[in-house]
């Protein structure tokens, strides 16, 4: 069974940089998949920030492209989020999660993202 | 403002059934990119209901379909339950923004 766990701090000052980590069990990170973080602000919609594979590549939504960065650690099985300069409207819940492909010979299938962690409230606050 | 559009809220009363739109573009669904669909119950993490516009994960009901024309999608709940209050929201790609989207959630209330 795979399961994804949110980890860093629940509270970050205004101009500083929110740190999450995604650790991933039951499955390999080295595996065809995207792995994902998405964000949910108090009592509103679900925001795509980015994704990234094993290989590193990553993508990024163009809004907060210049101040994301997503890694990965292949020894440990986890991928990170950063975001810099956050402001009140980067409090959040962050979920990661695990965009599934498969590949089969010729043909490749899209699942969406089928796990996700359970979430981690970030509050961005002095 | 989200790309892909879908309506605040439906309602309906136990049985009977419900749809949800999600409206796009020529950029995103129109551009034959897949449409997932995601549940989000009260104070969850979301879960995937459909994917690839009409495939169901095992584990889901057949009480829930997909469909999409156009650059639009749409999500059908019949026989409805208590359970199915929730949070809904579509998600495909935009190559104009070169960004997943997701639609702007629709909340489902069984009357």
């Known amino acids: 069974q795979v399961q994804l766990q949110e980890s860093g701090p629940g509270l970050v000052k205004p101009s500083g940089t929110l740190s999450l980590t995604c650790a991933v069990s039951?499955?390999?990170?080295?595996?065809?998949?995207?792995w994902s973080w998405v964000r949910q602000p108090p009592g509103k919609g679900l925001e795509w920030i980015g994704e990234?594979?094993?290989?590193?590549?990553?993508n990024y939504n163009p809004s907060l492209k210049s101040r994301v960065a997503i890694s990965v650690d292949k020894s440990k099985n986890q991928f990170s989020l950063k975001l810099t300069s956050v402001t009140a409207a980067d409090t959040a819940i962050y979920y990661c999660a695990r965009y599934r492909v498969v590949v089969d010979a010729a043909r490749v299938d899209y699942y969406g993202l089928d796990v996700w962690g359970q979430g981690t409230t970030v509050t961005v606050s002095s | 403002q989200s790309v892909l559009t879908q309506p605040p809220s439906v309602s309906g009363a136990p049985g009977q059934r419900v749809t949800i739109s999600c409206t796009g573009s020529?950029?995103?669904?129109?551009?034959?990119?897949?449409v997932h669909w995601y549940q989000q119950l009260p104070g969850t993490a979301p879960t995937v209901l459909i994917y690839?516009?009409?495939n169901r994960p095992s584990g889901v009901p057949d009480r829930f379909s997909g469909s999409k024309s156009g650059a639009s999608a749409s999500l059908a709940i019949t026989g409805l339950q208590a359970e199915d209050e929730a949070e809904y929201y579509c998600q495909s790609y935009d190559s104009s923004l070169r960004s997943y989207v997701f639609g702007s959630g629709t909340q489902v209330t069984v009357l």
């Open positions: 020529r950029s995103n669904i129109g551009s034959d990119y897949d």
């Open positions: 039951g499955a390999s990170i080295t595996s065809t998949n995207w």
């Open positions: 990234i594979y094993h290989s590193g590549s990553t």
């Open positions: 690839g516009n009409n």
